[in-house]
């Protein structure tokens, strides 16, 4: 059930439209390979170690990427919890608008909640399952987004909600003082005691 205070759009409204997929080049006229030893890379919400091997297709009308980036090893920063890195793959199949293969865990004191990633970059798709599968899709999701499995079902959304605000406004406030202060913070966060 939803909450009165949580509202989530028109239940009536059709699926928004998938963009099509750009077909691979035709007539090829220059092919650049890129081997992709390992490397080292770090954002503010993932660090890790990638590699691969591409290729760069350029014809006469247009350009594509074949070839997969994998990461080696890694872990990410998502609505204030760590997430391991089980795998990730980034597929090019002859567009620039990749496969994705990506599954992240957390694990909590009684549940690990497994987040797959999959489908193109430009409509990606999430999966979530647990170990105990107890658990409903709309619990999974209340957990990936900042919920406490151990707290009250009746408050999770709420709670969840509270969180993404609160990342989301912590982000925003980071941008303005970053610009004030003549000092650089790495990092700006809030954490909401109650979700309300």
Avoid: C
Wanted: charged share 20%; hydrophobic share 40%.
């Amino acid at each position: 059930p939803i909450s009165a205070d949580m509202a989530f759009g028109d239940a009536n409204a059709p699926p928004p439209a998938k963009p099509p997929v750009k077909q691979p080049p035709r007539r090829v006229w220059l092919v650049a390979n890129v081997d992709l030893q390992p490397t080292s890379v770090q954002a503010d919400e993932a660090r890790g170690v990638i590699a691969g091997k591409l290729a760069l297709r350029v014809g006469y009308t247009s350009m594509g990427l074949s070839g997969t980036i994998s990461a080696l090893r890694g872990d990410a920063e998502l609505f204030g919890r760590s997430y391991q890195l089980d795998h990730a793959a980034v597929v090019f199949d002859g567009t620039f608008d990749p496969r994705l293969d990506v599954r992240l865990i957390h694990d909590f004191d009684d549940l690990e909640l497994v987040a797959d990633v999959g489908g193109r970059s430009s409509d990606p798709q999430l999966g979530l399952s647990s170990t105990p599968s107890s658990y409903t899709q709309g619990q999974l999701l209340s957990f990936l987004l900042g919920a406490d499995p151990g707290g009250d079902p009746s408050t999770a959304g709420k709670d969840a909600a509270a969180g993404v605000g609160a990342a989301a406004l912590s982000t925003e406030v980071g941008k303005v003082v970053g610009k004030i202060l003549p000092v650089k913070l790495d990092v700006l966060s809030y954490q909401t005691a109650t979700a309300s």
